[in-house]
């Protein structure tokens, strides 16, 4: 079982709608969350940085943070067809390496 | 542009060959990580740097990956006797240790192909 688990998707929304992305982990040790967006063969874009428990807001997302449930999520209101790009969630316990999921590919559709 | 910077964005090599990465890091940033991505996956953790100091190397894929940071700006990731399961994206990222925790800003990366 790996570390860190995220739905791969892809997910396909109505342009306005409210997307949803979730990453549950294991390691009780995590403390930094971070959330990317990367286009294809692009690098990743960092979003949305969370440290420890707790919501943080920017414009259209929000991150939450669950630690007792080992979940974090973001949302994304008013999606844009901008937005269709595949989202990577990352945490890590230290100030280091970060452990990444696999990614969510999201399609916003007009 | 003072974002991460890599080179080449492209890299075509044949089986066998040696092939070598540049990453230039934000200028004042003192922490530079290199990763992998390969197709469908998250990011892997390669190496880092703080400073010209390596602090994590056993987590590189295998005694042909090597990397340097000869004085603590840009840094080269080597992979000498390239393979075919060597092809994919290699992502540099650079931070700001003791500023804002571990946010890590990434590269636009090297697409590695090896024929």
């Known amino acids: 079982q790996k570390e860190v688990e995220q739905d791969p998707g892809p997910l396909s929304v109505p342009e306005g709608a409210i997307v949803s992305l979730n990453c549950t982990y294991s390691?009780?040790?995590?403390?930094?969350f971070m959330w990317y967006r990367q286009y294809s063969r692009k690098g990743p874009e960092l979003l949305m940085y969370?440290?420890?428990?707790g919501n943080k807001e920017d414009g259209r997302f929000t991150a939450q943070v669950d630690k007792s449930s080992k979940y974090i999520s973001l949302f994304i209101r008013d999606s844009q067809p901008s937005d269709s790009a595949t989202y990577l969630c990352?945490?890590?316990?230290?100030?280091?390496?970060?452990?990444f999921g696999t990614g969510t590919q999201l399609k916003v559709e007009l | 542009d003072t974002g991460v910077s890599q080179d080449p964005r492209h890299k075509i090599t044949k089986r066998g060959q040696n092939v070598t990465f540049r990453c230039d890091p934000i200028s004042e940033h003192n922490r530079l990580y290199w990763y992998r991505q390969t197709l469908g996956q998250g990011p892997e953790f390669l190496t880092y740097f703080q400073n010209e100091a390596q602090l994590e190397k056993s987590r590189l894929l295998s005694d042909r990956f090597s990397a340097e940071r000869p004085k603590g700006s840009f840094s080269t990731l080597e992979i000498q006797r390239t393979e075919q399961g060597d092809s994919a994206m290699y992502l540099c990222?650079?931070?700001?240790?003791?500023?804002?925790?571990?946010?890590?800003?990434f590269g636009p990366g090297t697409r590695l192909t090896v024929l």
């Open positions: 969370t440290y420890s428990s």
């Open positions: 990352a945490m890590s316990a230290l100030i280091g390496e970060l452990t």
């Open positions: 990222a650079s931070s700001l240790v003791g500023l804002a925790g571990n946010e890590q800003f």
């Open positions: 390691n009780s040790a995590f403390q930094y």
